[in-house]
DNA sequence: GTCTATAAGCAGATAGAC
DNA sequence: GTCTATCTGCTTATAGAC
């Protein structure tokens, strides 16, 4: 015998929410739909959230709160100093984000934010304010630091702004598959949901990022090696 | 004296429809404003284009095609043998891919396409179709050939399915700057559309990326430093 | 080919009963 | 807090005069 706990309103709007922005984009969803979708009344949108604006921005950041917590991105948290570990963690670092990006339960709101966020300035300045702070402080941010600290420790002679452009390579070589995700699919015949497809990416996307860093060749084997045990 | 020459009704419209959907997204622009930004009736569009959906799809694919010539994205076109001239074709080839998608009057459409291709399978298949075809067709393949011939040459013994990811990594780098853009400029505090930041992003990226390839430093530091006084 | 007028429907938001 | 009913305005598309 199931007892069918109803989900509360607000809660069931956020859900329902998420699911539509992310399948059509902000402005082709109504708020009937979203209301309709949720079983609920459509007046509840206004008393929970005042407008779809808001209803919009809160369900953005209730999605980038729950999925990303940086987990799995990293082994351990201790004190790295070995380049060994370093490149290591950087291995795990990468495969991680870019199943994460790809999967395609866990990270629609990446895809939903890059759609929407290129119009609010223009459209909507306060809510492209939320927006952004929210990618970047819950998401960006804290991966960027982590992979400051790493490439700090394997290029340790690098200037400050190279390293910058070095991690915005690692994450523009991820992020691609959400990004294009269509192109790639038509023009290579794959699925980039696949988990043998991303599982070859990452191997190349490593090799190919680490020798692009100027570790030896010896150490970027290792660690790619070792990184393919880690269990997700 | 000048003569105000009256730009044919329907090229105003795919002007000022072009305009929009880049500023705003498919959904978010209506008719009317399209209409009314042209200078012309509402009812042209129906009489021009049939419908709104025929106008983004006409607007897209003339943009497409008015802008992305390969233009510059080489030097020489002649057979190409020796590695130092492969080297040399690619850093010319990043640059011009970078500052073409960074220029603020340029690639648009590559914003513009992000965004709708995401949701349009589910919501117009006809409309995905034209979209994807139009980009893979006008756009991406043109470069990914170029680029494959490149690395074919840089590293003659690379199995094909890694040449696949080394030329989604390039791209991907390049890219990362348009899709980003406003949260690189957040993060960084810097602005993209700054001809000295691309310069420096350029050089970097092609350090890094001929070095990923396997390249020796002396070719790549030959390569990159000849690539700069191309005119652009 | 371009105009006006209008149809038919849906959008977000509100008021007030319960 | 949730419901129904409704307001106002805007949406795409059409019909028919010129």
Do not use: W
Not at 72 to 82: G, L, P, W
Not at 96 to 121: K, Q, T, W, Y
Not at 205 to 226: C, H, N, P, W, Y
Request: charged share 25%.
């Amino acid at each position: 015998m199931n007892i069918a706990e109803k989900i509360p309103t607000k809660e069931a709007l956020i859900e329902s929410a998420a699911e539509l922005f992310v399948e059509k984009g902000y402005a082709a969803v109504s708020t009937r739909e979203i209301a309709d979708r949720a079983g609920v009344n459509l007046g509840s949108i206004q008393y929970h959230f005042g407008s779809k604006a808001n209803l919009f921005v809160e369900t953005v950041t209730s999605m980038m709160r729950r999925r990303h917590e940086l987990k799995n991105y990293f082994v351990q948290c201790q004190d790295i100093s070995r380049k060994e570990d370093a490149a290591f963690e950087l291995c795990v670092f990468v495969r991680s984000l870019l199943f994460d990006l790809c999967n395609p339960e866990g990270l629609d709101v990446c895809r939903l934010m890059h759609r929407e966020i290129h119009g609010a300035p223009a459209q909507d300045p306060e809510m492209f304010e939320a927006l952004v702070s929210s990618v970047v402080n819950d998401f960006i941010s804290p991966r960027d630091s982590r992979l400051r600290s790493l490439v700090n420790i394997l290029v340790p002679d690098a200037d400050p702004f190279k390293v910058n452009i070095y991690i915005q390579a690692i994450i523009g070589q991820c992020s691609f598959y959400v990004t294009h995700r269509p192109f790639i699919e038509r023009l290579r015949d794959v699925s980039v949901n696949s988990r043998e497809y991303l599982e070859e990416v990452a191997d190349t996307l490593l090799d190919f990022t680490m020798r692009g860093l100027g570790l030896e060749q010896a150490l970027v084997s290792q660690a790619i090696a070792k990184s393919k045990e880690v269990k997700r």
